[in-house]
């Protein structure tokens, strides 16, 4: 059973990444923060360890790439609403983020993509209550009806 996730990013500017994660809304744990590592607290359940690209090489014997050249993970996060996203959005542009493609609307999910200043990609995603229990179907399917009407 999960209990914590921990999700490790690299930075070429700690401090910069600091600042931008808390703009989004983050604390930092300072037990776990010092010159080579931040923990970014998203939740009780969720953190993001931003390490120096050299201390974040130290955990891999495969070459660090460069998140602004090449993507290997895109990480995504739900919010309680279609605003949530969107506030949390400009939050971040704001802070030096960009926003590298349009935002995704299917209906029963919406979500916007956001770089941090080195690269990561962030998902910020909100999904309809019935599509998550039940499958995007059952909530298109309803919306369908409803039209009908």
Do not use: H
Request: aromatic fraction near 10%.
């Amino acid at each position: 059973m999960v209990t914590k996730i921990f999700v490790n990013l690299p930075t070429a500017d700690l401090e910069r990444s600091k600042a931008f994660y808390t703009a989004l809304g983050c604390d930092i744990n300072p037990l776990f923060t010092d010159e080579n590592a931040a923990c970014i607290v998203w939740s009780e359940d969720v953190f993001f360890m931003v390490l120096t690209r050299e201390f974040f090489g130290t955990f891999t014997e495969k070459t660090v790439v460069d998140a602004k050249e090449s993507a290997q993970v895109l990480v995504a996060l739900s919010r309680e609403s279609r605003d949530d996203v969107d506030a949390v959005l400009a939050a971040g542009l704001a802070a030096g983020g960009t926003e590298p493609k349009d935002a995704q609307d299917y209906g029963f999910m919406y979500s916007r993509d956001l770089e941090d200043p080195d690269g990561n990609v962030l998902e910020f995603m909100y999904m309809s209550e019935q599509a998550a229990e039940q499958g995007p179907e059952a909530y298109l399917a309803e919306q369908s009806a409803t039209e009908s009407v």
